[in-house]
């Protein structure tokens, strides 16, 4: 028993002398760039031998293997690594470096010129919610806007000035189609709010400059929409005020693969207008009709199809002193009628290719009548020689048609790299009728654009693109490049440049009498910015520059007749601030911006380079949202401040000039609002119900606001251009019925 035992022992020390004498040893370092790895997974492919790098990087392990085999690594945040090896009788010694993953959460964003809202692996600035709780926006999301740096308080016309930008020269986009008339109807002096509930849309980027080669002709910038997809179940929903009735629905299909929905609402201001008092006299109380209706369908391989379709019609009337007499007035109606269509298809092709497409069909119709009015409200004639008496008495009935196609491809490139391409094609089709002349402008335009996302690490990254356009109606073409640059500075800061060209066709008025006379305006955007965010908190310094090109120059010809011409130029410079914090104080949130800017435009029938009558030098708003938990109310308070404004009276000189009769600033803009909101509990805790209670109030304080003045014909005589009434009053009631958002509401401050 002795000798078999002694056998056995030997046996197995002689087998593990030979297992240990026919093992390799692998050793190294993994790093990436200059720095350590710790906690590397390092393994032979399909075996079980491996190990852990250690604090500094280092590892060490030995294997039984022979022959050629494959070294792995692997670390979380980092791309995998794979090494052929040959294993022997000799040590191996290995150096690995290993690349970073470029991921969404943690890549550089480029970001100069750009305020993203909705996606949350990016920097949300202005939610659906944002927009409905701001204080004196009312949902009107170009209102919540008006609260960004970059964007001027101008309360006497539509549209997002931005930049030393005209409203015109900012366009919106919806699920990448442009929008022809994203604004109501409105009369001279009275800005009219967007057509658009912020509800609609899951996603918001507000481009001040340097926007990307995919979006066109617009020289300031452009605000991007995109819709929601699928809701989360089927809801109906209703919604009560002294102003506006409405419902509407969205049911959900079993499947949870497609949904549809239809709304309407009613708008009368009758009652209101009873109750607070405005300065022009409406003799037809502005009524408002609109419906909507929309389905989305997912497809198999994860695209997504969106329709949506409005249409509204609006009738009002108002009349106002004469400023050419004493006792005369100016009667103003207005019937508009808007039908906007939009289609989009959004497909995931296969090997890394994505497939965009989108459609849209719009038709606009204005009809406007103004009328010289009597004492006794009755219409009123004047001789021939009074011609300037004559031009007030029209009828103009604006047809505008906006037919559009589109198409984009995009193209994973690795990691985030990404390549898009494609075009578009607009058919524009504008018929205006002045008393009996009618007029007919058509436009073909398309666009070819292409751009490269390129990441080069997670902490640097550049954009470039380039876009080519042609108008047939003046006959033009241009080629647009564009690109950006950002580096990540920290784990929560970067810097981002922008340098681009935009153009931008005249616009319509100005192409009635000779359209090929002029070609495409201009303007080159730099742009240097800094952003920080950081524990619910983002903080942004941007510094640009805007140099305007071939802008329109208004030459007088006669009366009332000018000719056109691209010998205007311009420029633009200036600093935008922002702060938003939503940390320190619970359930606080507020943000503050700060403008400057200095800008001179020698365009129109300006006789030289002057700052244009929309821009402020220095505007500033603060924004405080609160919310009280427990009592499932909100309070929000906005102040918003522009200092004086230019104004002008700019007149022919009886050659082929203009001159400044008249001009000054005006007073500076002070604007406090507040609003609040209850979140009541309807019924059963788990009942499928959700109900707001609204109140707000605009410039509370009363502060008087004057946005500039009319002039006489003579000149003698000006008027201040004044807001309707000192303070806009709404109450409202909204419920929905299947959802119960109550939480979301609490959780989101509201």
Request: aromatic share 14%; hydrophobic share 35%; charged share 20%.
């Amino acid at each position: 028993m002795r000798k078999y035992s002694m056998t056995i022992l030997l046996f197995i020390l002689a087998a593990g002398i030979d297992n240990l004498v026919g093992q390799t040893t692998i050793s190294g370092k993994v790093f990436s760039k200059k720095d350590p790895v710790p906690g590397a997974s390092i393994t032979i492919k399909d075996t079980y031998d491996g190990t852990t790098s250690d604090s500094s990087g280092n590892f060490r392990f030995t294997t039984s293997e022979k022959g050629e085999q494959l070294i792995v690594v692997t670390a979380v945040g980092f791309r995998p690594f794979e090494q052929k090896i040959t294993l022997g009788s000799q040590p191996i010694s290995l150096d690995i470096n290993i690349k970073e993953e470029v991921t969404e959460l943690n890549a550089v964003i480029v970001s100069a010129g750009t305020f993203e809202a909705g996606d949350k692996k990016r920097a949300a600035v202005l939610s659906s919610l944002d927009v409905a709780t701001t204080a004196g926006s009312n949902a009107d999301i170009t209102a919540a806007l008006k609260t960004l740096p970059g964007t001027q308080q101008v309360g006497e016309q539509e549209g997002l000035f931005v930049r030393g930008g005209a409203g015109y020269e900012t366009k919106q986009y919806i699920d990448g189609n442009l929008v022809n008339n994203p604004y109501f109807a409105s009369v001279p002096d009275i800005a009219s709010r967007g057509r658009f509930s912020p509800f609609l849309f899951k996603g918001t980027v507000f481009s001040t400059g340097g926007y990307s080669a995919l979006y066109g002709q617009a020289l300031a910038s452009v605000l991007l929409l995109e819709s929601i997809d699928l809701p989360e179940r089927s809801e109906i929903d209703a919604s009560i005020s002294p102003i506006i009735v409405g419902a509407g629905t969205q049911q959900l299909a079993k499947n949870k693969k497609s949904s549809y929905g239809i709304t309407y609402n009613y708008v009368n201001v009758g009652l209101y207008f009873a109750a607070v008092q405005q300065t022009p006299d409406y003799f037809r109380m502005p009524e408002f009709h609109e419906a909507t209706g929309n389905f989305r369908i997912k497809t198999k391989n994860g695209g997504i199809i969106k329709y949506y379709t409005t249409l509204s019609l609006s009738d009002l009337g108002l009349r106002r002193a004469d400023i050419d007499s004493v006792y005369l007035k100016d009667a103003f109606s207005l019937k508009n009628r808007n039908w906007y269509n939009n289609l989009s298809y959004r497909e995931n092709i296969g090997a890394g290719w994505k497939m965009t497409l989108g459609a849209s069909f719009s038709t606009n119709l204005d009809k406007m009548e103004q009328q010289v009015q009597d004492q006794n409200n009755q219409p009123k004639q004047f001789s021939p020689g009074t011609f300037w008496m004559n031009a007030k008495n029209f009828k103009l009935d604006n047809l505008q048609n906006l037919t559009l196609g589109r198409a984009v491809f995009e193209k994973r490139l690795g990691g985030l790299s990404a390549l898009r391409f494609g075009g578009e094609y607009w058919h524009v089709d504008y018929r205006p009728k002045y008393n009996d002349t009618l007029f007919n402008q058509i436009d073909n335009y398309s666009a070819a654009f292409a751009e490269a996302s390129i990441y080069l690490s997670k902490d640097l990254a550049a954009q470039v693109g380039g876009r080519f356009e042609h108008s047939s109606l003046i006959n033009r073409s241009d080629f647009a490049p564009r690109a950006s640059l950002a580096y990540k500075t920290g784990k929560s800061s970067q810097v981002s440049f922008a340098w681009g060209i935009f153009y931008q066709k005249p616009e319509t008025q100005q192409l009635y009498y000779a359209p090929t006379s002029v070609g495409f305006t201009k303007s080159v955007h730099y742009i240097l910015n800094y952003q920080r965010i950081y524990n619910q908190r983002t903080l942004r310094i941007e510094g640009y520059y805007k140099k305007y090109e071939d802008l329109i120059k208004q030459v007088p010809i006669g009366y009332n007749f000018y000719s056109f011409n691209n010998s205007g130029n311009g420029f633009a410079k200036g600093v935008d601030l922002f702060f938003r914090d939503k940390k320190t104080i619970k359930d606080f949130d507020y943000w503050i911006s700060y403008s400057y800017i200095d800008t001179k435009r020698d365009y129109l029938n300006y006789p030289d380079a002057m700052q244009p009558n929309f821009v402020a030098n220095h505007t500033a708003s603060i924004v405080t949202k609160k919310f009280f938990t427990k009592l499932k109310t909100g309070f929000n308070l906005t102040y918003s401040w522009a200092s004086g404004r230019p104004y002008y009276n700019i007149l022919p000189d009886g050659g082929n000039k203009f001159y400044v009769a008249d001009q000054g600033k005006t007073r500076a803009y002070n604007s406090m609002s507040f609003s609040g909101e209850w979140v009541p509990s309807l019924g059963k805790q788990n009942a499928k119900s959700f109900i707001v209670l609204f109140a707000s109030v605009s410039n509370i304080l009363g502060q008087k606001q004057v946005y500039g003045y009319n002039y006489s014909f003579s000149g003698t005589t000006k008027s201040e251009i004044n807001p309707p009434a000192k303070r806009f009053y709404f109450i409202g009631c909204f419920i929905s019925w299947g959802v119960d958002r109550t939480q979301d509401a609490i959780n989101n401050n509201l």
